[in-house]
């Protein structure tokens, strides 16, 4: 009886694959989520003072003993003009120090996290002070009442970025040969419909985004989108390895470097930049900005967004099919060609008995 090897059957390089290629994927993989969220620290984080100067010096000298760098302190004179600032999305929230205590403003709707971080400075700045000092906090962007914490918010930027990867798989790879006019057609209603999806869901069903629902509608596609555009044209120029390229940028990258859970001045600085840099990062930003600040801060992520959509559809449009398109063409073609030559050649009854003769 001969016992074969059974590790003889698998070619060298499937094997390869297994064994390494795929640990390696996964590692990488956790490491992309996980150590961002491990390095969650205060950077630079845009606040506002109110006081007097000694008041707002103080203030701001408490701020950097408690976390070095972590915040950059601007001071405004009155809290009129601080929650203007926050309104507009130019700082976080804002510290109002005075006799009666500490006041803490800040806007939940810009991020959980960083309200969180302002309500224990404020409780450093107080406890830090000469004499006994009341703390108090003012929410003045609060996010939904249906979501409280934003986890229904920051959990959909993923099955967005997803979408925007399947529309892609669909749209290039679907095996019917389509001209680049169509699949720009098919590209934008897609991302729109996938859009409408989420907003659906995440307002209609869970009121998570409680305003400006055209807006936040178009905000949602045009993230979709430009995750779908980008994806979509890596798939035109290099061919399938291209949707693998695209689902590693966005889901990969994009998504854990995006600072929907947190912010991005939370991140590390280069991880932060990253993020804002591409479409999950853009599109959370954005969204925050159409859903609870009446557009405030949104022209930079929209900018970003339009970029990635626009260079991912000239791609798309430059009108070469992908390699699965092409090959199922070819086949068909080939097929064709084949019938053809088969149908016109005749051979004679009596030749044919002579042949087998």
Request: aromatic residues 6%.
């Given at each position: 009886?001969?016992?074969r090897?059974?590790?003889?059957?698998?070619?060298?390089r499937?094997a390869?694959v297994?064994?390494?290629?795929?640990?390696l994927?996964?590692?990488l993989a956790?490491?992309?989520?996980?150590?961002?969220?491990?390095r969650?620290?205060?950077?630079?984080?845009?606040?506002g003072?109110?006081?007097?100067?000694?008041?707002?010096?103080?203030?701001?000298?408490?701020?950097?003993?408690?976390?070095?760098?972590g915040?950059?302190?601007?001071?405004?004179?009155?809290?009129a003009a601080?929650?203007?600032?926050?309104?507009?999305?130019?700082?976080?929230?804002?510290?109002?120090?005075?006799?009666?205590?500490?006041?803490?403003?800040?806007?939940?709707?810009?991020?959980?996290?960083?309200?969180?971080?302002l309500d224990a400075?404020g409780?450093?700045?107080?406890?830090?002070?000469?004499?006994?000092?009341?703390?108090?906090?003012?929410?003045?962007?609060?996010v939904?009442?249906?979501?409280?914490?934003?986890?229904?918010?920051s959990?959909a930027l993923?099955?967005?970025?997803?979408?925007?990867v399947?529309?892609?798989?669909?749209?290039?790879m679907?095996?019917a040969v389509m001209?680049?006019?169509r699949?720009?057609?098919?590209l934008?209603?897609?991302?729109a419909?996938?859009?409408?999806?989420?907003?659906?869901?995440?307002?209609?069903?869970l009121?998570?985004?409680?305003?400006?629902?055209?807006?936040?509608?178009?905000?949602l596609?045009?993230?979709?989108?430009?995750?779908?555009?980008?994806?979509?044209?890596?798939?035109?120029?290099?061919?399938?390895?291209?949707?693998?390229m695209?689902?590693?940028?966005?889901v990969?990258?994009?998504?854990?470097?995006?600072?929907?859970t947190?912010?991005?001045?939370?991140?590390?600085?280069?991880?932060?930049?990253?993020?804002?840099?591409?479409?999950?990062g853009?599109?959370?930003?954005?969204?925050?900005?159409?859903?609870?600040?009446?557009?405030?801060?949104?022209?930079?992520?929209?900018?970003?967004?339009?970029?990635?959509i626009?260079?991912?559809l000239a791609?798309?449009?430059?009108?070469r099919?992908?390699?699965?398109d092409?090959g199922?063409?070819?086949?068909?073609?080939?097929?064709?060609?084949a019938?053809?030559r088969?149908?016109?050649?005749?051979?004679?009854?009596?030749?044919?008995?002579?042949?087998?003769l």
């Open positions: 009886m001969i016992v090897n059974p590790l003889a059957v698998v070619p060298w499937q390869v297994t064994v390494v290629g795929l640990p994927v996964v590692t956790v490491l992309a989520y996980a150590w961002p969220a491990a969650i620290a205060p950077r630079h984080v845009p606040v003072v109110v006081g007097t100067a000694a008041a707002a010096r103080g203030a701001a000298e408490g701020l950097h003993r408690g976390a070095p760098g915040f950059d302190v601007h001071r405004y004179p009155d809290q601080a929650r203007s600032a926050i309104e507009h999305r130019d700082v976080y929230g804002a510290f109002v120090v005075g006799p009666g205590g500490v006041t803490v403003l800040q806007a939940s709707a810009a991020g959980p996290s960083v309200a969180q971080l400075s409780s450093r700045l107080a406890a830090s002070a000469a004499a006994p000092a009341a703390v108090r906090t003012v929410d003045v962007v609060p939904s009442a249906h979501d409280p914490r934003g986890l229904v918010f959990s993923l099955p967005l970025t997803i979408c925007g399947l529309v892609a798989l669909v749209v290039t679907s095996g001209p680049g006019r699949r720009l057609v098919a934008v209603t897609a991302s419909a996938g859009g409408l999806a989420a907003l659906l869901v995440a307002q209609g069903f009121g998570a985004l409680p305003h400006e629902h055209a807006a936040t509608w178009a905000g596609a045009l993230t979709v989108l430009a995750v779908a555009a980008p994806t979509a044209g890596l798939v035109t120029l290099v061919g399938r390895a291209g949707l693998g695209g689902a590693v940028l966005m990969f990258v994009g998504n854990p470097f995006s600072g929907s947190s912010a991005p001045e939370l991140l590390p600085t280069a991880v932060g930049d990253i993020g804002r840099w591409l479409p999950p853009a599109g959370a930003n954005l969204l925050r900005g159409t859903a609870y600040f009446g557009g405030s801060g949104s022209a930079g992520p929209l900018a970003v967004l339009a970029v990635w626009v260079l991912g791609a798309v449009a430059s009108g099919p992908s390699p699965a092409l199922d063409h070819l086949v068909a073609e080939g097929g064709g060609q019938l053809s088969a149908s016109l050649t005749v051979v004679p009854a009596s030749e044919a008995r002579v042949r087998r």
